[in-house]
């Protein structure tokens, strides 16, 4: 029994000194929490940024868009990653803007689905549940299996905005997933299925499975169209901080826009570089 | 059984136990004792923290219209958790029905029929079930059961028969393991009496002895439901994440558990006091089957 | 029907209800087995992931595995001997018994959603050790305190009385018994009851989610975040692009597992005087 009481107290011993050199906002140490969509990003310039930094560590989150924000803007995060734009509420929290990629939304049916587009109209209509039958948009005569993600997710958000307007309600009976691979791998073997994921990964990537992407009031999504803003779903991808970005963070957030990261991981991960005169 | 007294004044070496060893040897007895107590102030405490995070729901929302409420849409300022309540009863009223016949047979043929080396290999089986991880199960499930329900329903292949499939195997474990020691408890003689009536096996078993083991196994069937209400990863993978009510197993649907995951990293304010609420009442139903089954062995005694 | 034909028919579904389960433990065995193996390799276990979909190999977190059940394991474990001791040797039966014994089992049963939102509002939160090894195991300590408990309290109960018997004739004090005498005696079980409390944590999902967070990280002091295995599973599985290092996960998993639960054994058969 002694000995297990010593062992204890040396872990604590041990541990001590070392948790002493964990300072929030020391030179040392980043934290970079937010958004999933933009974790793979995050999770690799962060690695990116530490092999080319000796001493610095880049700790990267990924709990939900709504929950960068807020960390960021109590301080708990050095950088809030957020897939979605500020709401109106969130204007007053001091935050600066840096985009950091954009991202087309792509709507993906089976291969086997007859249509080939959609309106943005009929989107509205189809998510929220009006119609539901193919053949009410060209289609044979198939029920519309819904496939929404999750409400943390920031796809879900930028669609909702951009296609869910008005008021418009995504229909509840609509099976939620949270992540892209599985809305693809879903859809792709569906043939009543209905979702959306971003543009980069409608090519497979791990998988041979394939899925459709529609084309939207006429254009079809790809890294063209969504910097020219044609393609109607997009979006930005942002890092948020809480004031003007210094020191470590100023130097990570360089990283992430310099052509390494934007033209390697950013598309790797499906997105549409912002540098290289895209965007504003 | 109390700690014997100081003095045993055997051999002149042997000194009395000191006042000293004597309040050591209390202060050991009252550590022993806080430790135990750490498990009921623990109980307490979780009863405490999620209660007081989930205590503004009845202000803010209204208790009737929160357990009522057959709306689930929080963005929309609407927290009626009955359709997620109503997919929890779905779920595992699911997974019981699958999953008792197969334990509780299972144990009975461990317990009566099973020879020692058969037994040697169907009892870590068991236990081995009850090993795996439910994040596993929840995959497999996803890769391997949902094209098959897809092909099945023709949906998606999310809802509660997938979920309930899964869900059975789980809790065949804790069932069986449960009922075998119910059965296991039960003496020989009953059933030599039995026999020597000229009762078969079969006879025996559903006549005699499952009768006698009775209580036992309905606590296991009770710890088996428990173990299915709380079950968070699986479900979470499996249902579907739609909070609606029932309408056809191969529709998606939302429990209690798979709803809290899904909004807990976004939800704020009143959505997240909802989600506390959610964690409150599935403490509260584990707690009262637990109860269930002290009662229900006290009737036993 | 005449009472051999029901008999024999009855028994022969009995079997099969065995041989069900058998099959399905098999299948998921052999399933994973099949789709993971493949994947698994030197190079996987031991590299961190890489690029954007988790390509790579998974060390961090089977690091972060690793730490967090060994700190369980510290914390629960004198903790839970403490308190059977006190339930075996001590204690009267009565209210705080049967008391203490209730909370036992509803921390056994306590909903592993509900335990990570517990270990989220106190330890991370209100306590303020933030997303940390040591939150999660705290909150694991919990799941794994009434076994370890169960299983230690048997344990010493089944150490004969004419040991203690012995030990108090010698003039020993009940502390010396405990302590010299009927532990070591009733250690074989007690650990067998630990390395089971610990096949457990290793499984746990979102207990550990809500209390370390799922940063990919190599965690040195217990005040940092990391990714445990199960997490990582989870989220591969969820993103759902890159499923073959889903498939090595799950099956180093269960590796782990299994070799947790054969080690009890082992160590239950090897130390078997009792």
Redesign the interface.
Same mark, same amino acid.
């Given at each position: 029994?002694p000995r297990?009481?010593i062992?204890?107290a040396l872990?604590v011993a041990l541990?001590a000194p070392?948790?002493g050199c964990?300072d929030t906002g020391a030179d040392s140490q980043l934290i970079v929490t937010g958004s999933t969509t933009l974790l793979?990003?995050a $999770?690799?310039a962060a690695?990116g940024y530490q092999e080319a930094n000796e001493g610095t560590s880049v700790? +990267?989150?990924?709990?939900?868009?709504?929950?960068g924000i807020?960390a960021v803007s109590a301080g708990t995060s050095d950088i809030g990653t957020s897939s979605r734009d500020l709401k109106e509420e969130e204007g007053v929290l001091g935050l600066v803007d840096i985009p950091v990629a954009f991202d087309g939304i792509a709507v993906i049916v089976s291969p086997e689905n007859p249509v080939d587009a959609v309106t943005t109209q009929q989107l509205q209509d189809i998510f929220s549940g009006k119609i539901r039958n193919w053949q009410e948009v060209g289609g044979e005569n198939r029920r519309i299996?819904l +496939?929404n993600r999750?409400?943390?997710s920031g796809t879900r958000e930028a669609f909702k905005k951009i296609v869910m307007a008005d008021d418009a309600?995504f229909d509840?009976?609509? &099976? &939620?997933?949270?992540?892209?691979?599985? +809305?693809?791998? +879903?859809v792709s073997?569906?043939e009543g299925?209905i979702g959306y994921i971003s543009v980069g990964?409608v090519e497979p990537?791990?998988?041979d499975t394939r899925v459709k992407a529609l084309k939207v009031d006429g254009v079809e999504p790809s890294e063209e169209t969504v910097t020219s803003k044609e393609y109607p779903i997009a979006r930005t991808l942002h890092f948020f901080t809480k004031g003007e970005p210094q020191g470590l963070a100023k130097s990570f957030i360089d990283y992430v826009l310099s052509s390494e990261i934007q033209n390697g &991981?950013v598309v $790797?991960?499906g997105f549409v570089p912002v540098t290289e005169g895209g965007g504003e | 059984m109390s700690a014997p007294n100081g003095s045993t004044a055997v051999a002149g070496e042997l000194q009395l136990v000191s006042r000293q060893t004597q309040l050591k040897e209390w202060l050991l007895a009252a550590l022993f004792f806080a430790c135990a107590f750490l498990a009921v102030l623990a109980v307490a405490l979780i009863f405490i923290f999620v209660g007081w995070r989930a205590a503004p729901i009845v202000s803010e929302v209204g208790l009737s219209e929160f357990l009522l409420g057959s709306?689930?849409?929080? *963005?929309?300022g609407d927290f009626g958790i009955r359709a997620l309540i109503q997919g929890s009863f779905v779920v595992t009223f699911g997974a019981l029905i699958m999953g008792t016949p197969l334990a509780v047979g299972t144990a009975v043929f461990l317990s009566e029929i099973a020879s020692p080396r058969i037994r040697s290999v169907v009892r870590p089986a068991v236990e081995l079930l009850a090993g795996i991880p439910s994040v596993v199960y929840g995959f497999f499930g996803?890769v391997m059961l949902?094209?098959i329900i897809?092909e099945v329903t023709g949906?998606?292949?999310?809802g509660p028969l997938t979920a309930s499939i899964v869900l059975a195997i789980m809790i065949v474990p804790t069932i069986a393991a449960l009922s075998e020691d119910a059965l296991g408890s039960i003496p020989m003689g009953i059933r030599e009496a039995s026999f020597a009536m000229g009762a078969t096996q079969w006879q025996t078993i559903y006549k005699v002895v499952v009768p006698a083991a009775k209580i036992g196994i309905v606590d296991a069937i009770i710890l088996g439901m428990g173990r299915a209400v709380g079950e968070t990863m699986a479900v979470l993978m499996l249902v579907?994440?739609?909070?609606?009510f029932f @309408?056809g197993v191969g529709?998606?649907m @939302?429990t209690l558990t798979s709803q809290i995951v899904?909004?807990m990293?976004?939800a *704020?304010g009143t959505h997240r006091t909802a989600l506390f609420g959610m964690a409150a009442i599935l403490f509260v139903i584990s707690m009262a089957l637990v109860l269930t089954v002290r009662l229900l062995s006290r009737l036993r005694d | 029907m005449n009472k051999r034909t029901v008999n024999n028919l009855a028994v022969g579904v009995l079997w099969a209800a065995a041989a069900v389960t058998v099959s399905v433990l098999g299948a998921i065995i052999h399933y994973g087995f099949v789709n993971g193996i493949q994947v698994l390799s030197p190079a996987f276990i031991f590299t961190?992931p890489? #690029?954007? %979909?988790a390509e790579g190999g998974v060390w961090p977190t089977i690091v972060s595995t690793m730490y967090v059940t060994a700190?369980s394991m !510290?914390i629960c474990? /004198?903790i839970a001997v403490l308190a059977a001791i006190y339930l075996a040797e001590y204690a009267h039966q009565g209210r705080i018994v049967s008391s203490i014994r209730f909370a036992a089992d509803s921390l056994a049963s306590v909903p592993s959603i509900v335990m990570g939102l517990f270990g989220f509002a106190l330890f991370v939160e209100a306590m303020g050790i933030g997303?940390s090894m040591l939150s999660a195991a705290m909150a694991l300590s919990l799941l794994m305190l009434p076994i370890v408990m169960r299983a230690t309290e048997e344990a010493i109960r089944a150490v004969p009385r004419y040991i203690r018997w012995g030990s108090y004739g010698m003039g020993a004090t009940k502390w010396q018994t405990v302590?010299k005498v009927v532990?070591p005696a009733a250690s074989p079980r007690i650990i067998t009851g630990v390395v089971l409390a610990t096949g457990r944590a290793v499984g746990e999902t979102a207990v550990v989610f809500y209390t370390m #967070?799922?940063?990919?990280?190599l965690p !040195?002091? /217990? !005040?940092?975040?990391g990714r445990p295995m199960t997490v990582h599973l989870y989220l591969l599985a969820?993103? #759902?692009? %890159?499923? /073959?290092a889903a498939y090595g996960t799950a099956l180093l998993l269960m590796i782990m597992i299994l070799g947790f639960n054969l080690g009890s054994r082992w160590i239950l058969k090897r130390y078997r005087k009792v």
């Open positions: 029994m297990a009481l062992l204890a872990l541990a070392l948790s964990r793979p990003i $999770e690799q690695q700790l +990267v989150s990924g709990l939900g868009s709504s929950a807020e299996d +496939v999750d409400e943390a309600r509840r009976s609509a &099976v &939620v997933l949270p992540g892209t691979g599985q +809305v693809r791998d +879903v073997h569906s299925a990964f990537r791990f998988t &991981v $790797e991960a | 709306v689930w849409a929080p *963005t929309d996803v949902r094209p897809a949906g998606v292949g999310f579907g994440g739609a909070p609606q @309408s529709q998606p @939302s899904m909004d990293g976004y *704020t | 961190w890489e #690029g954007v %979909n700190l !510290l474990t /004198p997303l302590s532990l #967070g799922q940063a990919i990280w !040195l002091s /217990p !005040l940092e975040s969820v993103e #759902g692009i %890159n499923i /073959p």
